[in-house]
């Protein structure tokens, strides 16, 4: 029995293979640059890897390399016969209020998704290619869908609704929906465990390209930073988070068009657009360390917002059992995690500086502190697979 996991993206194909045991991935791989000239095929099964060139490729080809290179490609291939997929899982952006679970994939799901397009235009029409696709390729296989957006159905209203006029929620869907939440599902399940508390209160951090915090209160999100879309709340690597909505029209009224103004606020902002160097946090880091100004800066607001979001959840989580941190700058800067809860003795939340400077999952507060901090690797694609597993045998029976 294989379970296969697909992420399609706006410009990629991420992928992961995995057997009965829903642990360690078998295989992984990505496409990068489909629709574009140059795209790029990284593939890795155990300790091999290899990197393929190739043309323009379109999702169906994507998905059909992806079992090719599955079935076929380095010394151990993990799949002899594709009938052993018994599910796909697939990443999928936008749930809207549709979805408050994953689910089995059939033609009206797929139909909702579609019309959740407006509100995800870069990513739902991705996941849908992907999901026609493993339909057309693996029709044995069951299809799962989980939302990104389905951890937060949990939000109490005074969390989602926005105060605007009541008729943009009604006839636009004006609200927040929060994204991210299969890593944060994730993370919550995991400090769950961890800690030892079946239904934990936490602040979960998840801090990569994008960026989101998410109030948990009790084991259930009751309130997060990202909004109606991914646009909202923290810093991130190109996407501004928080700003003042008057700056929209301020900025049309300047002259500047709508188009103009997304793409400040989604590509160029964020990281990149305070540093004018880079949206990678790595480089910035290695840029404040050099003394460089733009970069210092990038890194003090970045830190400043989280610590903004991190006083306002304590207040929502009711006592806080621990504040999680996770993602590609969750997990790997020591010195954000130190600035984010630096001076907060008197919250309840002391770093321990060594635990803070190891590798891996752990604890990084001291035994005395009574709010914990631990940091927690992310794994969106074993949660994706666990509920396919999980809906594929139950579709079986
Ligand atoms: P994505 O949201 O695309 O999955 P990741 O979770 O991989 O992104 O996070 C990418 C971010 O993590 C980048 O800004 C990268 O620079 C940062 N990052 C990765 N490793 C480190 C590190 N050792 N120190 C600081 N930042 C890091």
Redesign the pocket.
Known sequence: MRILVINCGSSSIKYKLYGAEVCDSLAEGIIEGIGAPGVRHRHRVGDWETTVKASVIDYRSGVSRTVEALSEWGPAPPLSDLREIVGVGHRVVHGGERFSASVIIDPEVVETIESLDSLAPLHNPANRAGIEAAGELLPEAVGVAAFDTAFFSTLPERAYRYAVPAEWWRHHGVRRYGFHGISHRYLVERASKVLGEPRPNLVTFHL???ASACAVREGSAVDTSMGMTPLEGLVM?TRSGDIDPAVVFHLMEAGLSASEIRRGLERKGGLLGLSGISS???RL?EADQAGEPSASLAVEVFCHRIRRYLGAFLVQTGPCDAVVFS???GE??PEVRRRVLDGLGSLGLALDASLNEAEGERQISTDESPIAAWVIPTDEEALIARDTAQLALADQR
């Open positions: 990569g390209a994008g690597g990678d946090f790595r880091a993602g590609g700058i790997n800067s």
